[in-house]
């Protein structure tokens, strides 16, 4: 049988963790691996890019493409070689797309003979005129696409022009920010919080305020008492990052209420509100929305990948031309190219397709990895039930040095983040923020586990 380009991929990368091939070595011409192997071209191409992509190629352009001479490859232990998993030496290279790094998509499961398909499609249809810079607000088409996939998913109820593209989170609450807010406004932020998010804010607002999370998600009884006046309220309903829990029923009517009465403004990030497992995909916070109140804000980089870097806003009817106004000045439009294929890759159904399949792999993915953690930790840490998102937090049963067991852990280059310093104010609680998405196997799950136990069992005891 023909191999397809996932067999070409995975024999490149199994014969470069073996040291059959070595960094600088030259591969074959595309054109001569797919004569040699009877497939097509295109068969060849997609599996070049997704090993250059990975950072096991490089691409000297006519001087062909090679091993990447900059892979640190250690001779490979027995074991090893085995078990199929991949030397220490080559995780760095795989570490970029994150060894249990909270928020990453699986990326082995990506669709990228699709989207490559598509690229050469958009690329090859690009207009004169789209050679310009690219609109302000975003592709229209994109903002179709989005308001439609917004409208049946996520329940809102919104039209293309309320749509704003952006870069992601930051370019979109810099760009709410500098529509909606005064120096002299107070914003409110969950606590504990995205952390990047607390970085970012701390930097560009002068009234930042933190309100306490708990089981049923922000406190709106510590805001209503403490925050009242506040003008925005920044929220992850759907999925608190990083707790993992789901605003109340009763807690989101009452957060609506407040903005409705004050005039204040929820920003709701639905940074991961697609993935829900145990039930049907919640309701957003905005579909609630009977005042307007609420500016959504979404990311593919959680259902498509992170290096995409495109983002959306729903901007309430009443602030399109403020927000119009702004972005003509401080924003510069995302990437035509890029907007066009996902234009395509939402429009003939693949978004759809994808996130379906997502959604049971991570399920799956998810319980591999609480039941490792079981197996290698026994009852040293815990995990609470929800039925979302795409990160676990691993809670420590006992003690609170979460962050010298995350050190360790990063030392061995599992990237997670300890509970404790996403918290600024008292009531902080320990454990390890953890992604699962990318473990391929219970058995990965477990042996990823395995290298930190020794330090982190001394660390515990
Ligand atoms: C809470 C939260 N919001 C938003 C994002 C998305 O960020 P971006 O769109 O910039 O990739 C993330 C990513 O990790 C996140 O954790």
Known sequence: MKPGYHEIYSRYRDNIARGVLKPGDRVPAIRVLAAQLKVARKTVETAYAILIGEGYLVSAGARGTRVNPDLLLSSPKPEQQATGTLPESLIGQRERAGFLRPGVPSLDAFPYKKWLLLAGQATRAMRQEEM????????YPLRQAIARYLNI?????????????????????????????????KV?????????????????????HT????????????LLRHHRDARFAIVTPSHQSPLAVTLSLPRKQQLLDWAGQNGAWIIEDDYDGEFHYTRKVLPSLKSLDQHDRVIFMGTFSKTIMPSLRIG???????????????????????????????????????????????????QT????????????????????????????????????????????????????N???????????????????NNVRTYQEAVELLERPKQQTLEIMD
């Open 418 to 436: 300890a509970l404790s310093e996403w918290y600024c104010g008292s009531g902080k609680r320990y454990g390890l923020v953890m992604g699962y």
């Open 211 to 222: 309100v306490p999370v708990d089981r049923s998600g922000l406190n709106t009884d510590y």
């Open 153 to 185: 998913s996520r329940g809102l109820s919104c039209t293309a022009e309320q749509v704003l593209i952006t870069s992601g989170y930051s370019g979109s609450l810099r760009l709410i920010l500098d529509t909606l807010a005064s120096r002299s406004d």
């Open 365 to 416: 993915r998810r319980d591999w990895m609480i039941a490792a953690l079981r197996e290698v930790y026994g009852d040293r840490f815990f995990t609470e039930q929800n039925d979302g998102g795409m990160h676990i937090v691993a809670f420590l049963t006992k003690g609170s040095a979460d962050r010298d067991i995350a050190r360790c852990w990063q030392q061995h280059q599992l990237q997670v």
């Open 188 to 208: 409110v932020f969950e606590d504990p919080g995205y952390f990047m998010g607390q970085q970012l804010l701390k930097r560009i607002v002068p009234r930042l």
């Open 132 to 139: 310009l810079s690219p609109p302000v607000m975003g592709w």
């Open 312 to 362: 959306y806003v729903v901007m309430p009817a009443s602030t399109v031309d403020a927000f119009t106004d702004c972005a003509d000045i401080v924003a510069s439009g995302q990437p035509i190219l890029t907007q066009k294929i996902l234009t395509a890759f939402l429009n003939e159904g693949h978004f759809f397709r994808h996130l379906k399949k997502m959604r049971a792999l991570y």
